[in-house]
Structure formats: C-alpha cells, structure tokens
C-alpha cells in the first residue's frame, strides 16, 4: 500500500477538480507522473511543463500512540521567472489552490463534508485500500517564497492523518 502515492493523487485531482488554477496549469502528483492533470502532458519539456503544481507526499510517521500516522505534503506552486518576472501567475494558483486547501480543512474542521472533502476522501479510499482510515488534517509550516534556478515557487504544506489497520 503506497499511501503517499495516493495522497499525491487525492490532493492533485481535487485542485484539478475544485481549483480555479487555469487551464494551462500542470497539477503533477509526483510519484506518479502518468496521472498528471493538466492540458499537455506531451509538451517537449515533458514533466517540466510550466505552470505547474507539483504535490510531493513523503512517508507517513507514526504518533507516540503508534497507531495514528502522519503524511506530510507539501504542495508546490512553480512558475518560470521569465514567464513570470512579477511573480502574479504564482500568486494567482497559490490563492486557487489556498482556496481549495482551506475548503479541505473548513469542512474536516466543521465535521460536515462538501463536495471537495467527500471527492478527497473517496479518492484516497480508492487508491490506498481498504486498510486505509481517514482521520483528518492540518496545515504544517510552509517555505518561504522564493525563486531558484529560473523558477518562482511557493508551496502549501498539509498534513494527513490516518491509520491502519493491516497491523
């Protein structure tokens, strides 16, 4: 069970779906570049077609309960700097995607589902099995803005938690 991997779905296909990013933008789940969300996934730059968001999910941790996991997702939000001296465009899929995130924890936090929470959860149900239990999420610390290597990024981070019960 590969729960990163589905987290990375889950997130990517909710922006794709609820997400007012633009249609040019890539939304690139990374362990799985096959399931990318965007217009153009055959670009001659391949992967590195730009805008992009790109959602990298590490491996969970387990709490001092050791039956509560951790999955922290940092979501990144990348622009050329040439494309984007002013760094609006980033700006613009940063709020679209912020817009979704907190749609997210608005409604775990409300204990009432909408259609953005009840797509997220089917999907992770779907893709990471039926072993697989949602338990909620947060926000973790994000980077500051920057621009490296021709690139302007920014990220979200959100934090998963869910459990097992394979052990």
Same mark, same amino acid.
């Given at each position: 069970?590969?729960?990163?991997?589905?987290?990375?779905?889950?997130?990517?296909?909710?922006?794709?779906?609820?997400?007012?990013?633009?249609?040019?933008?890539?939304?690139?789940?990374?362990?799985?570049?096959?399931?990318?969300?965007?217009?153009? /996934?055959?670009?001659?730059?391949?992967?590195?077609?730009?805008?992009?968001?790109?959602?990298?999910?590490?491996?969970? !941790?387990?709490?001092?309960?050791?039956?509560?996991?951790?999955?922290? !997702?940092?979501?990144?939000?990348? /622009?050329?700097?040439?494309?984007?001296?002013?760094? !609006?465009? !980033?700006?613009?899929?940063?709020?679209?995607?912020?817009?979704? /995130?907190?749609?997210?924890?608005?409604?775990?936090?409300?204990?009432?589902?909408?259609?953005?929470?009840?797509?997220?959860?089917?999907?992770? /149900?779907?893709?990471?099995?039926?072993?697989?239990?949602?338990?909620?999420?947060?926000?973790?610390?994000?980077?500051?803005?920057?621009?490296?290597?021709?690139?302007?990024?920014?990220?979200?981070?959100?934090?998963?938690?869910?459990?097992?019960?394979?052990?």
């Amino acid at each position: 069970m590969n729960i990163a991997k589905a987290i990375e779905i889950a997130i990517a296909g909710t922006i794709k779906q609820y997400g007012q990013i633009g249609q040019n933008t890539l939304v690139r789940p990374w362990q799985s570049l096959g399931s990318q969300y965007g217009f153009d /996934t055959q670009s001659e730059d391949g992967d590195r077609y730009f805008p992009c968001v790109d959602i990298r999910c590490g491996s969970a !941790a387990l709490d001092e309960d050791q039956s509560t996991w951790t999955s922290t !997702a940092p979501i990144i939000i990348c /622009t050329k700097t040439e494309d984007d001296n002013d760094h !609006a465009d !980033a700006s613009r899929i940063y709020e679209a995607v912020k817009t979704v /995130t907190d749609s997210l924890f608005k409604q775990f936090r409300s204990g009432v589902d909408g259609d953005e929470l009840t797509y997220f959860k089917a999907q992770l /149900t779907d893709r990471a099995g039926s072993a697989f239990h949602w338990g909620g999420l947060s926000y973790a610390e994000g980077s500051a803005p920057a621009a490296d290597d021709s690139l302007n990024m920014i990220d979200i981070v959100l934090v998963i938690y869910h459990s097992r019960t394979d052990f």
